[in-house]
């Protein structure tokens, strides 16, 4: 089947002047003589020679399947501009591409507006080889044309409808996709300025956020394919408990010339797991943030790599429907605000784990054997929280079974019997020693879900609010992140002053709730940063505690810093505090209210 971009002529015998059709190459329309000098421009290859026999000279009708009507070099046509012989001949290449088996044929599109520059552009694109139902250049559109300056997620929508129209054309009945004039130009609007200037040129280079399982092995293998560019791998180690060796060898077997493979363990816990543990922040009241803490460094580095490889893209393998696809983009874009972006998983039709294997089977991805069926749910880790969610979880009536969902922690139930007491020791802050021995960050973390672990803490049964507008179930284990954060509270109530924990009280919500929607970067979340670590400088000391299942019970607090003072709060006679004071505190804060019940009072 071949596929011709907005190309696409339509007319008929009684009226054999084309206007601006559809985008569907089953179009009916008049082949004018432009079509005789692209194929003699571009040479006469077998698709082209299978082409023109199947065109119906004469009248000016061409089969329905195969219609690539063009307008004459040189006559204007309508709102799509004059196409000169240069632009036939800088398009042509494409247009073949477009007519081989499994082309987009996407090309005409550029120099049909008048734009040789993007026309170029089109050509490689419709020259790499794609699956017949991918409309690679259609997902990349989307992306150009949200690029505009003050762009406009309409315009995106109507690209997308623009490139995918040989698609969403055929889908109609008669297989017809047509297009009036005004509606050309409205879909073409978004490609003709980028700042004043032409569109980028073709994806170059692009970092991969790469794991090694299937699913992204599979995006590897179809960046090469649909775009045709070079892929960097970054593989980032989080405490994920994964062997990354693997993810290197695939990534070698696959072709891939640049491997980032990086141990980020410190990084992850000390900037940026502890800076949001010193805000005690809880979404929803119940989430620890262990998945959204994550993103922000993954970002971070994919971008730092993109700079120093020259790439200019990156790409991520979360899906159309998460909050992860908003926590990468918005860190990308706050990073390097000029990135391109490729999200698979909203551009290609593997929409299911079956057409995932076929599709790595067809290029020799190996899959391993407990993926080959649908596995009950998905999974999440890092070093902070493990997170499972879909298939087996969707109901949130049926009741987890714990036994399969937990791997970092055993039930309350299953629990042992005898408590475990600890200390930990926190300098600023942030905490420093298990039990008196000093631990550096991701140790001391993964001590903590060793013991909290072993204990049943911190599993978690929630339904959330994603920031894409739906709600979901997931059940998440956060065993030393739950530790940590009753710890914290019993230290920040011993030094902390009453107004300053207040107001951090107060702010964390809205702290809680940019972490989770992805702005990390955003200043307002750097601002709420300043505030809480100036607030978390006297939190120093040590806090014991007892775990037993599921319980994290404070025994006792101490510190350098502590602000509770013996001699005035005992209930024994002292000579520090005058409780006669209270008297005059009590009638000023009461002054108010004695007001409004008096006046109440007399209107009764």
């Known amino acids: 089947m071949f596929s011709a971009g907005l190309a696409v002529f339509r007319g008929n015998d009684e009226n054999p002047d084309p206007a601006p059709a559809g985008l569907d190459a089953a179009d009916s329309g008049s082949v004018r003589p432009g079509l005789q000098q692209i194929a003699a421009v571009s040479g006469t290859g077998p698709p082209q020679r299978q082409y023109l026999r199947r065109v119906r000279s004469g009248a000016g009708k061409v089969l329905r399947r195969h219609a690539l009507g063009i307008a004459d070099p040189g006559q204007p046509r309508g709102e799509i501009g004059a196409i000169s012989p240069d632009m036939i001949k800088a398009a042509a290449p494409g247009i073949v591409g477009g007519m081989a088996p499994g082309g987009t044929g996407q090309a005409g599109i550029g120099f049909k507006a008048g734009k040789p520059g993007f026309a170029a552009q089109g050509i490689d694109r419709c020259q790499q080889p794609v699956s017949p ?56 609007a978004p490609l003709q300025t980028k700042g004043g ?5 073709k994806i170059k280079k692009v970092v991969l956020a790469y794991s090694g399982g299937l699913d992204t092995s599979v995006i590897l293998r179809w960046l090469q394919e649909t ?64 998945t959204s803490i994550a993103r922000p460094l993954i970002a971070k580095r994919q971008i730092e790599i993109a700079k120093a490889t020259g790439a200019d893209a990156v790409a991520h393998g979360a899906t159309g429907k998460g909050n992860d696809q908003v926590r990468f983009e918005l860190s990308y874009y706050a990073l390097k605000p000029d990135i391109k972006i490729i999200a698979p998983w909203r551009e290609w039709d593997l929409t299911s784990r079956t057409t995932l294997i076929e599709y790595a089977e067809k290029h020799q991805i190996p899959v391993p054997r407990d993926k080959r069926g649908e596995p009950p749910f998905s999974q999440d880790a890092n070093l902070l929280h493990i997170s499972s969610e879909g298939k087996a979880l ?34 600023a802050g942030d905490p420093v020693a298990i039990n008196g021995k000093k631990l550096g960050p991701a140790d001391l973390l993964a001590q903590l879900n060793v013991l909290g672990g072993e204990n049943g803490i911190g599993a978690l049964d929630i339904v959330e609010n994603r920031f894409v507008g739906m709600k979901s179930r997931g059940v998440y284990e956060t065993p030393g992140g739950t530790v940590l954060l009753s710890a914290r509270r019993a230290m920040e109530s011993l030094t902390l002053d009453g107004g300053a924990m207040h107001l951090k009280d107060e702010m964390m919500p809205r702290y809680a709730e940019m972490i989770y929607n992805g702005f990390w970067f955003a200043p307002e979340r750097e601002m709420l940063q300043a505030a809480i670590d100036k607030a978390s400088e006297p939190v120093t000391g040590t806090v014991r505690l007892k775990l037993y299942k599921g319980n994290v019970i404070v025994t006792g607090r101490r510190s350098p810093n502590s602000l509770y003072d013996q001699d005035i709060v005992t209930f024994e006679e002292d000579s520090v505090y005058d409780q006669r004071d209270a008297e005059g505190f009590i009638k000023l804060n009461a002054l108010r209210l004695r007001l409004l019940g008096q006046r109440d009072n007399e209107s009764s």
């Open 197 to 201: 200037g032409p569109v980028t040129d």
């Open 133 to 188: 139902r991918i409309r690679a250049l259609g997902a990349q559109g989307v992306d150009l044309a949200q690029d505009q300056k003050g762009g406009k997620k309409d315009q995106g929508h109507a690209f997308e409808i623009a490139f995918h129209g040989v698609s969403l054309a055929r889908s109609r009945s008669g297989g017809r996709g047509r297009l009036n004039g005004d509606r050309v130009a409205t879909i073409l």
């Open 227 to 290: 775009y045709g560019c070079e892929v960097v791998t970054f593989t980032a180690d989080l405490g994920q408990g994964e062997e990354l060796a693997p993810a290197k060898a695939k990534a070698e077997a696959m072709g891939i010339k640049e491997i980032y493979i990086e141990d980020l363990r410190d990084t992850f816990v000390r900037d940026y797991v502890f800076p949001m543990f010193r805000a005690n922040a809880v979404y929803e009241g119940t989430y620890l943030l262990g």
């Open 394 to 427: 969707e109901d949130p009536w049926d009741e987890p079974e714990y036994d399969h969902v937990l791997s970092r922690m055993v039930t309350p139930m299953a629990a042992p019997d005898k408590p475990t007491e600890i200390t930990i020791d926190f300098e």
